[in-house]
């Protein structure tokens, strides 16, 4: 059982800024694609942002220029900034190994119990 562990969310006015962080295995930290997703009720899960093994970076258009996602010590992060209404949601790291389709949930078999980011 892979265990990820989110911490991070909260309320926040629009135009804050929160930073998630994802703790993970090492060996998934080091070879796995890891990823932020959101989800608000009655949507489907969508995803944020994702690192992949070989350190490529990929941003979905809604939050491009605004959140940054990074790893370090075995841990991911996603800094959030000037954040929205629309940004509200429950935030869930993922992860899964090899060639995946970062911005599909249904690629990732791993995932945290989430933590809810509220703009008002």
């Known amino acids: 059982h892979v265990q990820l562990v989110e911490s991070g969310g909260g309320s926040v006015q629009a135009g804050g800024s929160l930073r998630l962080s994802c703790v993970a295995p090492r060996y998934i930290y080091n070879a796995y694609c890891m990823a932020w997703f959101r989800q608000v009720p009655g949507k489907e899960r969508e995803g944020v942002a994702a690192?992949?093994?070989?350190?490529t970076i990929s941003y979905a258009d809604s939050v491009k220029g605004r959140f940054t996602i990074s790893k370090a010590a075995n841990t991911l992060y996603l800094q959030m900034n000037s954040l929205k209404v629309d940004d509200t949601a429950m935030y869930f790291c993922?992860?899964?190994?090899?060639?995946?389709?970062?911005?599909?949930?249904?690629?990732?078999?791993?995932w945290g119990q989430g933590t809810q980011v509220t703009v008002s």
């Open positions: 690192i992949d093994s070989d350190g």
């Open positions: 993922a992860a899964e190994g090899g060639a995946v389709r970062w911005w599909d949930p249904r690629e990732f078999g791993a």
